[in-house]
């Protein structure tokens, strides 16, 4: 079977598992639980109260999140600086690590249900700034600035995901909802390495553009426009350095949170999901400068269409 048919059944696995998972009436100040009806989304986005301005610069601590945890041997715990993913905060910068697992080929790669993460899975990784989500007038600004080690093995990036999505032991309880920029290092298949702009359903990609033209090695600005597009669909618009690069159409999720990561991902043939172990003595290294989630009006013509 080609890689696009397989793609294919597994999106439309995800899309049907979403649908029956979490159906439920949404509260006003609560997580958006609605899959298969985005029309009842829309409506909740008419009354919607976007927080303040969320601005993180890492002039301080972290305390603006409300997650920052590494994920060690199944568990997503607080950071101690002894697991091999590890959260620094240096020159008013986050960085994000992944380093070498000692214990890494005695651990098992399963992961099994109920828990964080597979054993042998090392992942740093902050979750916060949430509540935000596009009205029919306002649209969602994401903003950040990367740079990542060279010959960075695992995956990392930014996603805007639905909120709630990991509960309070980093356990994921919805199916994964987001889009963002994401990087694969180069042990992942061709199809999917490197940076991209994705949209994501239920752990399946459902629209993808890659920018194999992009250093990643070097900062660069990031930015994520998000808004409705129709009583059916968001569009999501992607810049790097102010410039365009791509617009992706996806089906309509609730309000939502950032999660930033570094982790020890790789992607094979087929998309089967398996974890490698960094050289003993390398730092695999993502540095965020700032992020910034903020509301302002509409400002294309590409926004919300009554159609």
Request: charged residues 30%; glycine residues 8%; contains cysteine.
């Amino acid at each position: 079977m080609e890689l696009k048919e397989q793609l294919k059944r597994i999106s439309e696995k995800a899309a049907n598992y979403c649908g029956q998972a979490l159906l439920g009436l949404a509260r006003e100040g609560s997580r958006v639980i609605y899959y298969r009806n985005p029309k009842k989304i829309f409506e909740l986005c008419q009354n919607h109260q976007n927080p303040d301005f969320f601005k993180e610069d890492f002039s301080g601590g972290l305390e603006k999140w409300r997650h920052v945890w590494v994920d060690f041997n199944e568990e997503a715990i607080l950071p101690t600086g002894q697991e091999p993913a590890r959260v620094l905060v240096e020159d008013s910068s986050l960085k994000l690590q992944v380093t070498h697992d000692q214990n890494f080929e005695a651990k098992r790669k399963k992961w099994r249900r109920k828990k964080a993460a597979a054993e042998r899975y090392n992942n740093a990784f902050l979750i916060g700034a949430q509540g935000f989500m596009p009205t029919k007038d306002q649209e969602v600004v994401i903003e950040t600035n990367m740079k990542i080690t060279p010959d960075f093995h695992g995956s990392t990036g930014i996603w805007m995901e639905e909120e709630d999505t990991f509960n309070d032991k980093g356990v994921m309880e919805k199916p994964f909802r987001s889009f963002g920029f994401s990087f694969l290092g180069s042990q992942s298949d061709p199809y999917i390495r490197g940076l991209a702009i994705e949209t994501c359903l239920g752990l399946s990609l459902q629209e993808k553009i890659s920018l194999p033209e992009v250093d990643l090695t070097k900062p660069h600005d990031y930015k994520m426009v998000w808004k409705w597009k129709n009583e059916k669909e968001q569009i999501v618009d992607f810049y790097i350095d102010n410039g365009l690069i791509g617009s992706l159409t996806m089906a309509p999720i609730g309000q939502g949170e950032i999660q930033v990561w570094a982790d020890n991902y790789w992607i094979k043939k087929g998309m089967a999901i398996d974890y490698l172990n960094p050289p003993e003595g390398v730092v695999d290294e993502n540095r965020y400068s700032y992020i910034k989630v903020y509301q302002q009006k509409i400002s294309t013509n590409a926004g919300y269409q009554n159609k």
